[in-house]
């Protein structure tokens, strides 16, 4: 069964770094995500990103934060000079269609900020 | 502006009894889609169902089953007849309709406990 694919499963990091997150959609998926869960809290929509360019993108997700979609396979959450409360566990999601398809999640990139 | 309520943070039953996850969403749009997603101990987002606005048919799927009832703007999940591995975080979201991407809202998420 396609999947979609995310690395690191786990990055510690110093405040300030910069930390690049990865993820491989499911290959004939034309539209992607990136929501981020800190520690028992609920799932909250970053990012959606199709055709290259920003769809959607909340108010969390500021200029501390970029995507990108490098080449036809990746698609890379960049957080610019990390605070401590972007420690989080950051989920990307493909999904076939735009409206009321399916998301599918990886299986999430914990990031720990020190 | 989308919202979803879940009220019960924590639920915790004894093995074999059944159980309902309650949801109650709020959204101006008449298009939309309702989702349950588990997310067990180990931390992925496991999809169980979806739901668009037009559709009101409850659906079983082996012990678990889903009530949609837009009167009240809800969609309840209950699982009947639970077991320990139903533990988990369950999360009922909200898809947003239109504009040409799909911006999901989640809930707080109920954490369900399955006593053996």
């Known amino acids: 069964e396609p999947e979609v694919t995310q690395t690191p499963s786990h990055q510690v990091t110093q405040m300030g770094q910069e930390v690049i997150l990865r993820c491989v959609p499911i290959s004939n998926h034309l539209y992607f995500y990136w929501y981020r869960q800190i520690l028992g809290q609920k799932v909250e929509f970053l990012v959606s990103?199709?055709?290259?360019?920003?769809?959607?993108k909340s108010e969390i997700f500021d200029d501390q934060f970029s995507v990108e979609r490098p080449d036809g396979s990746n698609f890379t959450l960049k957080i610019r000079s990390t605070k401590l409360e972007d420690s989080a566990m950051y989920f990307c999601?493909?999904?076939?269609?735009?409206?009321?398809?399916?998301?599918?999640f990886g299986e999430g990139s914990r990031l720990t900020v020190l | 502006a989308q919202k979803v309520t879940q009220a019960q943070t924590e639920i915790s039953v004894v093995e074999k009894e059944d159980v309902t996850l309650d949801c109650v969403y709020e959204t101006r749009d008449t298009t939309y889609y309702l989702f349950w997603y588990k997310q067990p101990p180990s931390g992925e987002l496991v999809f169980l169902i979806r739901?668009?606005?037009?559709?009101?048919q409850n659906e079983i799927s082996g012990r678990y089953s889903w009530n949609f009832q837009k009167s009240t703007s809800s969609f309840n999940f209950t699982i009947t007849a639970s077991q320990v591995v139903d533990s988990a975080v369950y999360f009922c979201a909200l898809g947003q309709a239109g504009g040409g991407y799909q911006k999901v809202t989640f809930g707080t998420g109920t954490k369900l406990q399955v006593i053996p």
């Open positions: 990103f199709y055709n290259n360019e920003i769809s959607e």
């Open positions: 999601a493909s999904s076939e269609r735009s409206v009321g398809g399916e998301l599918f």
């Open positions: 739901r668009n606005s037009f559709d009101e």
